[in-house]
Nanobody, 126 residues
Framework: DVQLQASGGGLVEPGGALRLSCATS????????ISWFRQAPGKEREWVSA?????????HYADSVKGRFTISRDYAKNTVYLQMNSLKPEDTGTYYC??????????????????WGQGTLVTVSS
């Protein structure tokens, strides 16, 4: 079975850092793009970042997190990480990892992903 397990959320003060993990199983890890999305209370789901399929190191970021967040893959552990630095209150939300093979023009579309993790809550507050 395909599984994605997100973890690492928590409460952090503005300016702090967290590292989220998305542990995957049940599929060939290098063959799929893994993205992080987030959803704040009362708001629509928002794409955050992606690490592309194909075994390389191509990554993409939403403008709102560029320069603060870093996505990476550990091929030995079939795990994707999202290092989040300089966190802001507006980064608060439930973060989900998702698996797909979207064309580049659809990488930020939730409909391009067929499997989703259960979500991990990030709260940025003083």
């Amino acid at each position: 079975d395909v599984q994605l397990q997100a973890s690492g959320g928590g409460l952090v003060e503005p300016g702090g850092a967290l590292r989220l993990s998305c542990a995957t199983s049940g599929f060939t890890f290098r063959d799929y793009t893994i993205s992080w999305f987030r959803q704040a209370p009362g708001k629509e789901r928002e794409w955050v970042s992606a690490t592309r399929h194909g075994g390389g190191s191509v990554t993409h970021y939403a403008d709102s997190v560029k320069g603060r967040f870093t996505i990476s893959r550990d091929y030995a552990k079939n795990t994707v990480y999202l290092q989040m630095n300089s966190l802001k209150p507006e980064d608060t939300g439930t973060y989900y990892c998702a698996r797909g093979r979207p064309p580049l023009g659809s990488i930020a579309s939730g409909g391009s992903y067929t499997y989703w993790g259960q979500g991990t809550l990030v709260t940025v507050s003083s």
